[in-house]
């Protein structure tokens, strides 16, 4: 793209009829709002208590791990806590975490004034917390103990009350997050300002109609297999017994065709939040726009045709498994061209180490190590060897802890001034960093080694030659949990009393960042017109001089 500066020209009916500066009321933030970026704000923070929770659970888990034999809770109650810990974390941090993000971005970036569809935008987020209730209810009510796959026949024999609401909360949330997936796609696709391509978007909205793709396709299949799981434990049907004629595996097949999806439901997000926070924060073009942008579109794609090397155990047969075997190595390329697109564009660039930017690269590190764990379970023999023990839960976590736990970090500490109007607290953010990073890969690299020496996952009693390694991973849980003290201080403050930002602290060129910390109600004092790329960073010395002119006059650094 040759145009160098974005103008904020537009035609004479796109002038809000309130004041510019006009701001929501703090107490209007608990009310049924159609603002995205009420919403925005509601869906992140209502997730981040969620993942305080699922930590809490987190950390009992790993107390009883402390010890081979008995130490905080029953057998029973382990596989309860272990249930909901993973449910918390999935369906109600990292998915409306990343709901939140986008909520909140996505009509700044294409110079909208809201989502398509502002009041099924709402009933989205108010679906979130009654979902979580109930899930947290059926903990208490007969928890379910299967684990959170809940795979029939195991959860036949369970409480029913239990599994019944842990069904209902996910129903609920996942039709939450379909009625979003609807109203990303229809946003993305339909309300850009005229003068935005497909081509000229932030690569956020690129992975997040990847994300909405999946979502529309994947959830609905999920809600299938919930329904007819509920029937079998309420009514007495058998569409997965197997002692009245059913078939447990079509459950894990309809079970997976979803949840392998939402590992990338989960991750595609944040694969946008690092495309944007790294060109940024190196002060470089992001390399290879395209080949990033096409990526996000391919994952999907793959995404929808790999779920079954969560069966290879299953019964699967031979020639089925080597179909899904090539298929989960391919689907790194995707990734793979992104993780180099990334990198590239840090080389030569002008890198500022500053708390987004290590959260970006904390990402990377993570991801990839989660990554190559990733393919080396999609060789069969292999993952038959370590099926089911601690090397998965390894890679899991490296995958989606570090897929998402850094990258909404990142996210927040980029966009806090955007979202707040204030600047959050620098060495603060450091902090956060390092202790999130160490107990990150102390809690989860002694792992590995658990899983090849045979130590099977969500059971509560194991063998004693495993302590050492089990008492590591538990310090790093301590950690971890202790790392999120001085990111809840950084934010509560900065929030209340940091300094305050200018509209743009970062000097970034999407759009977002061409109107007022915090955005005015209608997002824009005028519809902007884009005439400069999302990443032209360096391309133009006059739109670069511009941009340090105006941060200087606004006292930004």
């Given at each position: 793209?040759?145009?160098?500066?974005?103008?904020?020209?537009?035609?004479?009916?796109?002038?809000?009829?309130?004041?510019?500066?006009?701001?929501?009321?703090?107490?209007?933030?608990?009310?049924?709002?159609?603002?995205?970026?009420?919403?925005?704000?509601?869906?992140?923070?209502?997730?981040?208590?969620?993942?305080?929770?699922?930590?809490?659970?987190?950390?009992?888990?790993?107390?009883?791990?402390?010890?081979?034999?008995?130490?905080?809770?029953?057998?029973?109650?382990?596989?309860?806590?272990?249930?909901?810990?993973?449910?918390?974390?999935?369906?109600?941090?990292?998915?409306?975490?990343?709901?939140?993000?986008?909520?909140?971005?996505?009509?700044?970036?294409?110079?909208?004034?809201?989502?398509?569809?502002?009041?099924?935008?709402?009933?989205?987020?108010?679906?979130?917390?009654?979902?979580?209730?109930?899930?947290?209810?059926?903990?208490?009510?007969?928890?379910?103990?299967?684990?959170?796959?809940?795979?029939?026949?195991?959860?036949?024999?369970?409480?029913?009350?239990?599994?019944?609401?842990?069904?209902?909360?996910?129903?609920?949330?996942?039709?939450?997050?379909?009625?979003?997936?609807?109203?990303?796609?229809?946003?993305?696709?339909?309300?850009?300002?005229?003068?935005?391509?497909?081509?000229d978007m932030p690569l956020f909205c690129w992975a997040m109609l990847a994300t909405s793709g999946l979502i529309l396709i994947g959830t609905p299949v999920l809600a299938g297999a919930l329904?007819?799981?509920?029937?079998?434990?309420?009514?007495?049907?058998?569409?997965?017994?197997?002692?009245?004629?059913?078939?447990?595996?079509?459950?894990?097949?309809?079970?997976?065709?979803?949840?392998?999806?939402?590992?990338?439901?989960?991750?595609?997000?944040?694969?946008?939040?690092?495309?944007?926070?790294?060109?940024?924060?190196?002060?470089?073009?992001?390399?290879?726009?395209?080949?990033?942008?096409?990526?996000?579109?391919?994952?999907?794609?793959?995404?929808?045709?790999?779920?079954?090397?969560?069966?290879?155990?299953?019964?699967?047969?031979?020639?089925?498994?080597?179909?899904?075997?090539?298929?989960?190595?391919?689907?790194?390329?995707?990734?793979?061209?992104?993780?180099?697109?990334?990198?590239?564009?840090?080389?030569?660039?002008?890198?500022?180490?500053?708390?987004?930017?290590?959260?970006?690269?904390?990402?990377?590190?993570?991801?990839?190590?989660?990554?190559?764990?990733?393919?080396?379970?999609?060789?069969?023999?292999?993952?038959?060897?370590?099926?089911?023990?601690?090397?998965?839960?390894?890679?899991?976590?490296?995958?989606?802890?570090?897929?998402?736990?850094?990258?909404?970090?990142?996210?927040?500490?980029?966009?806090?001034?955007?979202?707040?109007?204030?600047?959050?607290?620098?060495?603060?953010?450091?902090?956060?960093?390092?202790?999130?990073?160490?107990?990150?890969?102390?809690?989860?690299?002694?792992?590995?080694?658990?899983?090849?020496?045979?130590?099977?996952?969500?059971?509560?009693?194991?063998?004693?030659?495993?302590?050492?390694?089990?008492?590591?991973?538990?310090?790093?849980?301590?950690?971890?949990?202790?790392?999120?003290?001085?990111?809840?201080?950084?934010?509560?403050?900065?929030?209340?009393?940091?300094?305050?930002?200018?509209?743009?602290?970062?000097?970034?060129?999407?759009?977002?960042?061409?109107?007022?910390?915090?955005?005015?109600?209608?997002?824009?004092?005028?519809?902007?017109?884009?005439?400069?790329?999302?990443?032209?960073?360096?391309?133009?010395?006059?739109?670069?001089?511009?941009?340090?002119?105006?941060?200087?006059?606004?006292?930004?650094?």
């Amino acid at each position: 793209m040759t145009q160098t500066e974005i103008s904020t020209t537009s035609a004479p009916e796109a002038v809000p009829a309130h004041a510019p500066t006009a701001q929501w009321k703090w107490w209007q933030y608990f009310t049924f709002n159609t603002d995205h970026k009420v919403i925005g704000i509601q869906y992140l923070v209502t997730s981040f208590i969620f993942y305080l929770i699922g930590g809490a659970l987190a950390t009992a888990i790993r107390t009883e791990l402390a010890t081979p034999a008995p130490n905080l809770v029953t057998p029973e109650t382990y596989n309860g806590l272990l249930t909901l810990h993973g449910t918390v974390m999935i369906f109600l941090w990292i998915v409306p975490a990343g709901a939140g993000l986008a909520n909140f971005l996505i009509p700044l970036m294409i110079g909208a004034r809201d989502m398509a569809f502002p009041k099924l935008n709402a009933v989205a987020f108010w679906m979130i917390p009654p979902s979580g209730l109930l899930l947290v209810l059926s903990f208490f009510l007969e928890s379910p103990q299967a684990g959170w796959t809940s795979y029939p026949p195991l959860s036949l024999m369970t409480g029913k009350v239990g599994e019944g609401l842990w069904i209902f909360s996910l129903l609920i949330s996942g039709t939450s997050s379909i009625l979003g997936g609807l109203n990303f796609l229809t946003t993305i696709l339909r309300m850009r300002v005229p003068s935005m391509k497909l081509n000229d978007m932030p690569l956020f909205c690129w992975a997040m109609l990847a994300t909405s793709g999946l979502i529309l396709i994947g959830t609905p299949v999920l809600a299938g297999a919930l329904i007819l799981l509920a029937f079998d434990l309420l009514a007495g049907t058998a569409f997965f017994n197997p002692t009245g004629g059913g078939d447990p595996v079509v459950y894990q097949h309809m079970f997976w065709f979803y949840s392998h999806p939402a590992v990338y439901i989960m991750v595609l997000p944040l694969f946008g939040v690092i495309s944007e926070v790294i060109p940024v924060h190196a002060r470089k073009p992001i390399f290879g726009y395209q080949a990033i942008a096409y990526s996000s579109l391919a994952i999907s794609f793959l995404g929808l045709i790999v779920w079954a090397h969560h069966m290879f155990t299953s019964g699967t047969p031979a020639w089925l498994r080597m179909f899904f075997m090539i298929t989960t190595m391919i689907i790194a390329v995707p990734t793979g061209i992104k993780i180099f697109g990334w990198l590239a564009t840090l080389w030569g660039g002008k890198i500022a180490l500053n708390s987004p930017m290590l959260f970006a690269l904390g990402f990377i590190a993570v991801f990839v190590i989660g990554g190559i764990s990733g393919v080396m379970l999609a060789s069969v023999p292999f993952d038959i060897h370590v099926h089911d023990t601690y090397f998965v839960v390894a890679h899991l976590h490296y995958v989606l802890f570090g897929g998402s736990v850094f990258g909404i970090y990142a996210a927040i500490y980029h966009w806090f001034p955007k979202i707040t109007g204030r600047m959050m607290n620098e060495p603060l953010g450091i902090v956060h960093f390092v202790l999130t990073f160490v107990g990150m890969n102390l809690t989860f690299m002694p792992m590995h080694e658990l899983g090849l020496l045979g130590m099977n996952r969500r059971v509560a009693l194991y063998d004693p030659r495993f302590t050492t390694l089990n008492q590591v991973a538990t310090v790093g849980a301590y950690v971890l949990a202790v790392s999120t003290l001085p990111f809840l201080f950084n934010a509560v403050w900065s929030w209340m009393k940091g300094e305050k930002a200018s509209e743009n602290p970062w000097r970034a060129l999407t759009l977002e960042w061409q109107t007022s910390s915090p955005p005015e109600i209608e997002n824009f004092e005028v519809l902007p017109v884009l005439t400069t790329g999302p990443y032209d960073y360096g391309m133009n010395h006059h739109s670069e001089s511009m941009a340090e002119t105006t941060a200087a006059a606004t006292g930004s650094s």
